[in-house]
């Protein structure tokens, strides 16, 4: 069984642009959500799917972050414009039900600095 | 809200040595707790977590944590290290109440395992 899957896996834009990452959850997994780590910091939850409807959004920074899940199959979260305090890995993780007993599985992370 | 406190952001040990990487939650509610791993260009993978039932969880690698409620701590301990285990280490508490499964992360310990 394929584990989660993100691409690219580093990226380095300048300040403004626009970014998209992608995260593949594992095959039949409803739950998916998106964290953050920023420069040695903690990891900080972002949002929080559920097929294709966004379930928890509270972490996500501001307007300039949008996640999506077209189908409730893989995500995109798109960063537009980029600011430098965006840089950070990005991890992704599905579970295959909400239940707190249940694992979430996590993806390599994407690498992102902007500059 | 919770939080998660992991001391020490670097621990250091010879191979063969006890390891001891330290993580005390604060939680109103009753907690599930969680030690994620993080090898080098990998992503995450849970090494053990409590739900309920016994305090001492045994965890995958020959990890083993205990849940002291009345310390409000987690501790991850090996008897033995191996250079294998060098890698950072995330202790996780899931917030809230409302069924949905949100980690809240320390910041990470690194262990780095000397010959």
């Known amino acids: 069984e394929a584990g989660v899957t993100q691409f690219p896996s580093h990226s380095v834009i300048e300040k403004g642009q626009t970014v998209t990452l992608r995260c593949d959850p594992i095959s039949g997994h409803d739950n998916l959500y998106w964290y953050r780590r920023v420069m040695g910091k903690e990891i900080k939850f972002l949002l929080h799917?559920?097929?294709?409807?966004?379930?928890?959004e509270s972490g996500m920074p501001n307007n300039r972050f949008l996640a999506e899940r077209t189908g409730g199959t893989y995500s995109t979260l798109k960063v537009q414009p980029a600011e430098l305090e965006d840089s950070g890995v990005y991890f992704c993780?599905?579970?295959?039900?909400?239940?707190?007993?249940?694992?979430?599985?996590f993806g390599p992370g994407t690498r992102l600095t902007v500059l | 809200a919770q939080s998660v406190t992991q001391l020490g952001s670097h621990v250091s040990v010879s191979e063969g040595a006890l390891v001891l990487l330290r993580c005390n939650y604060s939680s109103s509610v009753p907690p599930y707790l969680f030690w994620y791993v993080q090898y080098p260009n990998q992503g995450l993978q849970l090494l053990l977590k409590y739900t309920t039932g016994a305090t001492l969880v045994k965890g995958i690698n020959g990890f083993e944590a205990e849940f002291k409620k009345s310390e409000t701590s987690f501790h991850l301990t090996k008897p033995s290290a191996h250079m294998s285990d060098a890698a950072e280490y995330f202790c996780a508490v899931t917030e809230g109440n409302t069924g949905f499964q949100k980690l809240v992360f320390g910041t990470g310990t690194r262990l780095l395992v000397s010959p």
């Open positions: 799917f559920v097929k294709e409807s966004k379930q928890d």
């Open positions: 993780a599905s579970s295959r039900s909400w239940d707190f007993r249940d694992t979430q599985y």
